[in-house]
Nanobody, 120 residues
Framework: QVQLVESGGGVVQAGGSLRLSCEASGNILSISARGWYRQVPGKQRELVARVSGLGRTNYADSVKGRFTISRDDTKNTVYLQMDSLKSEDTAVYYC??????????????WGQGTQVTVSS
C-alpha cells in the first residue's frame, strides 16, 4: 500500500515563505509525475504546480515566479517552495503522485492535505 504524507503547512504573514513536503512510502517501482493542488471551501481543487517524470514543470499563472516545485527521486518526495505569499494563497494544499506503479497496480495517489494560511 502506498501512502503520501505531507508536512510544512502553517500560518505565515503575507510576503513570507513556506516549504511543503510530500513523501511517498510503500513498494513503489516508478512514479510518472508529481504535483501540488489547492482547494478553498466552495471551489474546485486547482493545480498549483506539477513536475513530470522528465522533469518538466508547469505552474498556475497565479503562482509563477513565486512558487517552485522540486523533487527528490531517491526519497520519493516532492516539495513546494512558496515565496512572497499572498492572502489569496490561503487554502488546503494536496500533493498528488500520478501513475504510481507497484507490483499490483498503477494508480494515482493523494496526500491528506495541509492547511496554508496567509495573514495580511
Amino acid at each position: 500500500q502506498v501512502q503520501l504524507v505531507e508536512s510544512g503547512g502553517g500560518v505565515v504573514q503575507a510576503g513570507g515563505s513556506l516549504r511543503l513536503s510530500c513523501e511517498a512510502s510503500g513498494n513503489i517501482l516508478s512514479i510518472s509525475a508529481r504535483g501540488w493542488y489547492r482547494q478553498v471551501p466552495g471551489k474546485q481543487r486547482e493545480l498549483v504546480a506539477r513536475v513530470s517524470g522528465l522533469g518538466r514543470t508547469n505552474y498556475a499563472d497565479s503562482v509563477k515566479g513565486r512558487f517552485t516545485i522540486s523533487r527528490d527521486d531517491t526519497k520519493n518526495t516532492v516539495y513546494l517552495q512558496m515565496d512572497s505569499l499572498k492572502s489569496e494563497d490561503t487554502a488546503v494544499y494536496y500533493c498528488q503522485f500520478e501513475r504510481v506503479r507497484t507490483i499490483v497496480a498503477i494508480r494515482d495517489y493523494w496526500g491528506q492535505g495541509t492547511q496554508v494560511t496567509v495573514s495580511s
